[in-house]
């Protein structure tokens, strides 16, 4: 199927795309998305709350206990290491970004535990600038669909999707094969049946 035809298919099933974490500012949803490794927006939604609740500021994350903020995450998974990235976090936002988080992926990069997909989400979903990031849903309902080949790494799925796709849909069609591939083309147990590329994809 060309990948006009899968834009088109992916915009029926997925109706309307948003972003499933909650956050009031720049900074939650930079802190969101990172303790979003590994675990669900649905876990993160239910934790952040509280942390934000207890920690209303940058500055009073950069000064968090460490033992208290690992206590409060630990339901996410990888407690020790998220925690001890937000405080690194904080304190460099704090003190050297005036608690505004910087809009470009360079500086994105230099923060502690920010690779490339979440300064690409962070660019998307907040300053809305074009980007294409690529989590474990869209790798692999891009190469269900044969958008990649079949081996590609993370960087070559999103060179295959940039070049294939206009600037101008890339956030969109990003949230549409996420939440697809969380709702319908599963890891285990895919929905087919529900599903307007069945037949067509290679599973
Ligand atoms: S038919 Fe099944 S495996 Fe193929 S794209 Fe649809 S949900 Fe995924």
Redesign the pocket.
């Known amino acids: 199927m060309d990948h006009h035809k899968i834009k088109k298919n992916l915009e029926i099933m997925i109706e309307n795309p948003k972003c499933e974490l909650n956050y009031n500012n720049d900074w939650q949803l930079l802190i969101a998305i990172l303790l979003s490794a590994q675990c669900t927006d649905k876990k993160v939604n239910k934790v952040t709350p509280i942390l934000f609740e207890k920690y209303p500021t940058l500055l009073a994350l950069k000064n968090a206990n460490i033992k208290e903020l690992e206590k409060i995450i630990y339901p996410l998974g990888l407690s020790k290491t998220k925690a001890r990235n937000i405080i690194n976090l904080a304190t460099i936002i704090h003190d050297q970004y005036n608690d505004v988080v910087p809009n470009n992926k360079n500086e994105l990069l230099t923060l502690p535990g920010i690779g490339t997909k979440t300064a690409n989400v962070m660019l998307i979903e907040y300053f809305k600038i074009p980007a294409f990031p690529v989590d474990t849903h869209v790798a692999r ?1 891009s190469k ?2 044969n958008l990649c080949e079949p081996n590609a790494n993370t960087k070559q799925i999103e060179q295959a999707l940039t070049s294939k796709f206009q600037k101008k849909d890339w956030a969109d069609l990003h949230m549409r094969m996420v939440l697809f591939g969380r709702y ?2 599963k890891s285990r147990n ?3 049946h529900d ?1 307007l ?2 037949g067509t ?1 290679n ?1």
């Open positions: 309902v269900r669909l319908i083309c895919p929905k087919c599903c590329f069945k994809c599973k």
